[in-house]
């Protein structure tokens, strides 16, 4: 699995993240302070193995804010189809790929948990902003059918807003604290990642962005993703997302993709 943050990937987590941003041009919810959603995600890749890894993963998803923190909870169930002794290193990891016969296991993901601190530094004459947080994700996983790694993950991040007009622009940098599993060893690990939304009309959005990790695994690839999504409001408070992603590295999926659906309240 690589990033969706809560999602991650990166289109679920902007979405999430522009749910609970005054003035960040989604559908509007300046009465919402609340939303719950479902997903479903796609990918598949090798990840510089001899057979693919494909992976189906479903997360329950909320968030809450006051307008200055913002609370984030997203509960996966994972299905993972790849070769036995492979191990999945959470949501914004890579697989460490087995070599064994392919096989199907399927349980609960890592939970992941993030509070975010709201227009943390905000210049509203230059239409900037920037949100500081972080996130854990919990090792609940079940490290012996390799769906995690049954270690806690902690992740520090800053995401800098620049909006003009109907186009906002996002930059985040980050830097990710990796347990330490029995039998692997994993580094901690830098992340960043750039992009831009549109706001196409009253009910629709559409973006693209960029996502580089450093590789937590020594002498592998740092994955790399460009992934795009557009979003649209179906009825009043209810938006559905739909976004695609190709890896642009070894360590990342081959291709991939997914759709969320959000009910704000």
């Given at each position: 699995m690589n990033t969706r943050l809560l999602a991650q990937r990166w289109a679920q987590r902007w979405?999430?993240?522009?749910?609970?941003?005054?003035?960040?041009?989604?559908?509007?919810?300046?009465?919402?302070?609340?939303?719950?959603?479902?997903?479903?995600?796609?990918?598949?890749?090798?990840?510089?193995?001899s057979s693919s890894v494909d992976e189906v993963y479903v997360p329950l998803n909320g968030s809450w804010d006051n307008g200055l923190i913002g609370l984030r909870l997203s509960i996966p169930w994972v299905t993972v189809r790849a070769p036995e002794g492979t191990l999945?290193?959470?949501?914004?990891?890579?697989?460490?790929v087995g070599e064994g016969p392919r096989r199907t296991e399927s349980g609960l993901g890592d939970v992941i948990a993030a509070v975010t601190w709201i227009d943390a530094l905000n210049y509203p004459p230059a239409g900037i902003s920037i949100d500081l947080s972080g996130t854990v994700k919990f090792g609940t996983a079940d490290e012996d059918k390799g769906l995690g790694t049954g270690e806690n993950d902690y992740s520090l991040q800053a995401d800098v807003y620049k909006f003009l007009g109907s186009t906002t622009l996002i930059m985040t940098g980050g830097y990710t604290f990796r347990g330490d599993p029995s039998g692997y060893e994993l580094d901690d690990v830098w992340f960043a990642s750039g992009g831009v939304a549109f706001r196409v009309n009253d009910d629709t959005r559409s973006g693209i962005f960029l996502d580089w990790r450093q590789s937590a695994v020594s002498g592998a690839d740092d994955p790399a993703e460009l992934s795009g999504f557009l979003s649209?409001?179906?009825?009043?408070?209810?938006?559905?997302?739909?976004?695609?992603?190709?890896?642009?590295?070894?360590?990342?999926?081959?291709?991939?993709g997914g759709l969320n659906l959000y009910r704000r309240f």
């Open positions: 979405l999430l993240l522009f749910a609970v941003l005054p003035g960040a041009g989604l559908a509007a919810v300046e009465d919402s302070n609340t939303s719950v959603g479902i997903g479903t995600e796609y990918t598949t890749g090798d990840y510089g193995g999945v290193d959470g949501p914004d990891g890579q697989p460490v649209k409001e179906l009825a009043h408070s209810v938006d559905l997302a739909a976004y695609a992603l190709v890896g642009l590295s070894d360590s990342s999926p081959d291709w991939g």
